[in-house]
C-alpha cells in the first residue's frame, strides 16, 4: 500500500509551505514575467479529429496540463502554469480534447476512450521526454489511464480534485428505480453551475464506456511520485476519492494535500500557488535524482 502523507492547509499558504525549498520560491519565480502567450497549433490525426494545443520548449521534465470535462486549455490553472514553466524554462504542453475548446469534434459524441486516446497522442507525438501530467478533475482520471499506458512518459503525476471513476460510481450509487428512469430516457442529467445550461447530460453509452477505465476496484500499477490536492468543501467531486486513489496507488511516494476551504476548481489565488508550488518541489525533486 503507497505511504500516504496528509497535509490539511489551514493557516495560509506561507506557514503551510515553509519547510524545505518551497518557502524561497519567489513571488517573481511564481508569476513570471508578462511575456506572449504560446500560439495555438493543430494536430492532425489521420481519421481523428486534429487537436487545438499550446506549447512551450523547454528543459525536461515537461509539464503536460490536462483540464476537466467541459474545459478547456485556456483557464486559470492552465495560464499560471504556462508563466511558471517558461520562468523556470522548463517544457510545457497544454491541449483541449476531442470536443471541447478549439478542437475539432463534438463533446456529446466524446468518452473516457475518447480522451484518453487524445492524451496518449499528445504524450507519443507532442511531448519530448518524461513530462509530469497535471490532471484536474476528469483530467485527474486521465492523467491515472496515461500513466498506466505510459510509464516511460510519466515523471510524475499531480492531481486536482482527482474524479476517478467518479461518474460510473455516481450513477451506481443512484436508487435502482431512478437507474432504470434513465436508462430509459436513454441518458443521464446532472446539475452543475459549471455549465451554461446548469446540467450535464450522459448518455447511457457514454457511462457504459467509461466502466471499461475505472481504475479503483484494484491496485493501480504506477510507481512514479504522485500528488493529490483536493478540496474539503467539493461540492462536484468528494474528496475521499483522492484517498480512494492514494490508496490504491502502487507508489511508495504519494501525498494527499486536502484544502480545508477549497472548492472543486481550485482556482483561487492561494490554490493556484499551491499547485504551482508542488510542482516545483517535484521538479527539484526528479532532477535531484537525475
Not at 511564481?30 to 511575456?35: H, S, T
Not at 510545457?92 to 471541447?100: A, M, P, Q
Not at 475518447?114 to 521526454?129: N, Q, R, S, Y
Request: glycine content about 8%; aromatic content about 6%.
Amino acid at each position: 500500500m503507497a505511504a500516504v502523507s496528509l497535509r490539511f492547509c489551514r493557516r495560509g499558504l506561507s506557514q503551510i509551505l515553509s519547510n524545505g525549498g518551497l518557502a524561497t520560491l519567489s513571488s517573481k519565480r511564481l508569476e513570471g514575467e508578462k511575456r506572449h502567450k504560446s500560439t495555438v497549433q493543430f494536430a492532425s490525426r489521420p481519421d481523428l479529429p486534429k487537436l487545438a494545443y499550446r506549447a512551450v520548449k523547454g528543459k525536461s521534465p515537461g509539464v503536460v496540463y490536462l483540464p476537466g470535462y467541459g474545459s478547456n486549455m485556456n483557464g486559470q490553472k492552465a495560464e499560471a502554469l504556462e508563466e511558471f514553466c517558461r520562468s523556470l524554462g522548463h517544457s510545457y504542453l497544454r491541449f483541449d480534447y476531442t470536443g471541447h475548446g478549439a478542437s475539432e469534434g463534438v463533446l456529446a459524441e466524446g468518452t473516457i476512450g475518447t480522451w484518453k486516446k487524445d492524451v496518449l497522442f499528445v504524450l507519443d507525438e507532442l511531448a519530448e521526454g518524461p513530462q509530469i501530467l497535471v490532471g484536474s478533475s476528469i483530467g485527474g482520471w486521465l492523467m491515472l489511464l496515461a500513466a498506466i499506458a505510459r510509464p516511460e512518459k510519466t515523471a510524475a503525476l499531480v492531481g486536482i480534485s482527482t474524479a476517478a471513476d467518479h461518474i460510473v460510481t455516481s450513477f451506481n450509487s443512484l436508487p435502482l428505480e431512478a437507474r432504470k428512469e434513465f436508462e430509459e430516457k436513454g441518458e443521464w442529467a446532472i446539475p452543475t453551475k459549471h455549465s451554461e445550461e446548469g446540467v450535464y447530460k450522459f448518455s447511457m453509452d457514454f457511462l457504459r464506456e467509461a466502466e471499461n477505465h475505472c481504475v479503483l476496484q484494484s491496485p493501480i500499477p504506477i510507481t512514479c511520485p504522485v500528488r493529490l490536492i483536493h478540496g474539503l468543501k467539493d461540492e462536484d467531486v468528494p474528496w475521499h476519492i483522492s484517498m480512494q486513489v492514494a490508496e490504491r496507488i502502487l507508489s511508495p511516494d504519494v501525498d494527499v494535500i486536502l484544502r480545508r476551504h477549497g472548492q472543486h476548481r481550485m482556482s483561487d489565488k492561494d490554490d493556484i500557488k499551491l499547485m504551482v508550488y508542488t510542482i516545483d518541489d517535484l521538479i527539484d525533486k526528479l532532477t535531484t535524482l537525475v
